[in-house]
């Protein structure tokens, strides 16, 4: 299937971008304010495995919450999805990504937020133990590139000497049960900072993000990283997780199921087409990228792309 966007729109919507210069740059871990805000770049890969970059495509970053979607994937596989959601619910939070709260039940509203992401970590620990990074890395290889994404080291150190709502969080998950007695809670919060610290760039994005519009299957490998459900289910909580307390107006104008992180990265899924990596670090008052947002709602309108929109998607 020949690629459904036209490269010289794709072009035109980066130039146009970049002169998008509002919103702050993470800074409540103090290595991230380190980045520059005019760093910009876009990737596209296709289920057909054609990809295309535009700007710093290659400059590294590292994931942050974009963690939290192979986190999840991860430990649907370890565990199956029903006991994965014994422990993490499935509805929007409706409030902030660190917010200190759980559902009716107890659990985490989802696995896109801080609460259900660090769950998502605890669970993977329990079964795979000290090879629980390992495990991340090498399913992040297998869905990318096949280069195993390094630690960044920097950025791991300010997480954790500054992480206090993290562990907050961690410690309000031990109160309310949802971790088992005798967890040693810094574990779990040394492991999910390592997670939210591995490096990647636009063109490592892109390719996750086309996995998992695959059905689960590496566009360029053919290795089938996920099963077709883990990917379902992971871009199904995108789409109505995926952008924190922005979830729902994202889904209404953009339609695709998305994620964000904290460094300016973002990953848009689209399923049964491609999928598309961008960075650029400024945020906005939700903590999502002002321009990677601006991009996906402007593609969304260039392109009927829409998931409840009804013609023909290549007419
Ligand atoms: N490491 C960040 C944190 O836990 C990830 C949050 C994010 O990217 N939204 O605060």
Known sequence: MP??????????????????????????????????PDRFGI???????????????????TIQSIAKTV?????????????????IGLEP???????????????????????????????????????ALETIQKTWAAATNGEVPE?????????????????????????HGVFEKGTKIHEVTDFYFATCSLQTNTRKLALFAATLANGGTNPVSREEVFAPKVARNCLTLML??????????????VGLPAKSGVSGGLILGIPRVGGFGIWS?????????VRALAFCEKLSSEFPLHSCHCDCLLS
């Not at 670090?281 to 990228?289: E, S, V």
Request: hydrophobic share 30%.
């Open 281 to 289: 670090p400024p945020l906005d008052a939700f903590g999502n990228p």
């Open 151 to 175: 630690v960044d080291e920097e950025v791991l150190a300010s997480e954790k000497n500054t992480g206090h709502r993290n562990f907050a969080i961690a410690h309000f998950l031990m109160e």
């Open 93 to 131: 939070s409706g409030h902030g990504f660190n917010k200190i709260t759980l559902d009716g039940d107890h659990r985490p509203h989802n696995p896109m937020v801080n609460a259900g992401g660090i769950t998502a970590c605890y669970l993977i620990q329990k079964v795979c133990g000290k090879d």
């Open 71 to 87: 986190n999840y994937c991860i430990a649907q596989k370890l565990l199956g999805e029903d006991n994965v959601h014994k422990s």
């Open 240 to 253: 109505s997780c995926g952008m924190y307390d922005y979830s729902g107006t994202f889904a209404f104008r």
């Open 43 to 61: 990737s596209y890969a296709g289920v057909n495995g054609k990809q295309q970059h535009w700007g710093d495509s290659e400059e590294r970053f």
């Open 3 to 36: 690629s459904p966007f036209d490269p010289q729109v794709i072009e035109g919507l980066y130039r146009e971008l970049t002169k998008e210069c509002t919103g702050q740059v993470a800074s409540y871990i103090p290595e991230l304010a380190k980045a520059s």
